[in-house]
């Protein structure tokens, strides 16, 4: 029995590690009680709505006396193709926006580099070239007018946010006829990612609107989690979608708290001011490139002061997927960040990490110390544990004598086996119970370390200076086939798992004991490409065994 339990967990192990590896960007991470599902394909809502060109105005707002706009009006050839970029500077990003299309060109975060190097620049959260660029609208008034690549007059150029400074606005400015304008605002802070968007209408009336959206994977690495759009409405949770071939579409209408496009580190979202809309999504794979197009549309609710007409209200987020900045934002937009399965363990361990971290400074330090917790938790259950397998090493010779009295009779040989347990008080099961208890706890963790932000290019000690990447031991002049370098970290993983073996006291057969022996070089090439904030937690885990086994062994009988 023991041997078959350590072998489940082996199984267990390796089929995470088998699985993330193959099949990691499909991962259907679909949290108990959250409703979050991972759809691939095309797929229809119960209440879906095409974002067609037929709506209505909305009743009960009126509407300006100017006649609606039926065409674009074409404006001179310099004026399309040469728009000047609006540069937007705060302590937390540096954006440049484009006045064609009044749409983001760049978006870069000073907080975030791309690798470790401290030469590295910031991560551009905007991949996508022209025409092609998020927050290009699309308006239905009269009949539709695409605005995406339209010349936008700005206000201002440049904009220079401090802390504490004022939030500031940037208003572009479209001519569709003689006498009527779009005005779209955008609103930045100088301590958030988060800004209100705003568009106005002048002069025309106007029946719907779209947003626009356009991304590709931030980072071909993230493969072993869910990279792409995603939204969530209360009525249906967190909806991640993957679409597999160019021209597959996902539609959905209904309630909608944000719509949005991003990986396990960052995203860029779309959040309504009115959830209840109803909203109009589509998600379309446009290439083989993973370039994805994804639209929010809503009919025209706003209202109408003077001769202008509100068309919509929303914040736009651009950044990372900090669990409690996303908090603060509201609007459910800390869904985001979704453990699948795990997420009611690993949720409450990165509360705990950060909490740790305000005090520490260290990650690596926070995850030794949450192992320490963990360990005192599951301590009386390992006590028990150690102990019982003790005993169970002594009955040996009496179990031994059983099987040979009754090996014929298996009815009466269990039946014996039963008393003599519970003669002497011990679980033949009881030694894996606790490695049993903490599988849920090492995935969860497991999941923390992929995803959470905070841990990315998280430095810990020495050669280890990215707690959610492998550890690898650098050697001048030399090379290491496959792996690289040395996985120091790892190696000491498995030596100490081998100790803690040798020190355990077993119940099993020589044959059975020598093939738990492979256990610890199983484990060891398993960890090799587990982030380096994992295998130091399986490594002090296995050290406060060794200690706990010490003591055991010599002080208790």
Known sequence: METRALLAIVLSIAVLAGFQYFFGSQLQNAAPGANATNVTGSHHSPAVAQTGNNSTSQPGISRPKSKPVKKLVKLPEDME?????VVVDTPLFHA?????GATFRHF???KYRQDIDENSPGVDLVNVSPPLLPLGVKIVSGGPIDLRSRFFRADRYKLELKDGTRPVSVHFVSQLGANATLVKTYTFYPDKYLMDFDMEITGADADR???????KPYNASTRYVFSGPSYYAQSTGL??????????????SGELDWLSYGDNYFMTALVTADPKGPWDVRI?????EKLTESTLSSRVRGQVQGNALTLCKMNIYIGPKEIERLKKVGHNLSKAINFGWFDPIAKPLLYLLNFMYRYVHNYGVCIILLTILIKLLFWPLAHKSAQSMKTMQKLQPKLQKLKEKYGDDKERLNKELMQLYKTYKVNPMSGCLPMLLQIPVF??????LLQAIELRHAPFMLWINDLSAPDRLMIPGVEIPVVGGVPVLTLLMGASMYLQQKMSPSSLDPTQAKMMQLLPVVFTFMFINFPSGLVLYWLVNNILSIIQQYYVNKFTD
């Open 284 to 288: 379309t794979l446009l290439n083989d």
């Open 81 to 85: 193709t040469k728009g000047k970029d």
């Open 443 to 448: 995935f969860a963790l497991y999941k923390v």
């Open 108 to 110: 870069v975060l000073k």
């Open 239 to 252: 909806e991640e979608i993957s679409l597999d071939k160019p021209g597959e579409s996902h539609v959905y």
């Open 96 to 100: 440049v926006l484009s006045e064609n």
């Open 209 to 215: 609107y779209t947003v626009f959206l356009y991304e």
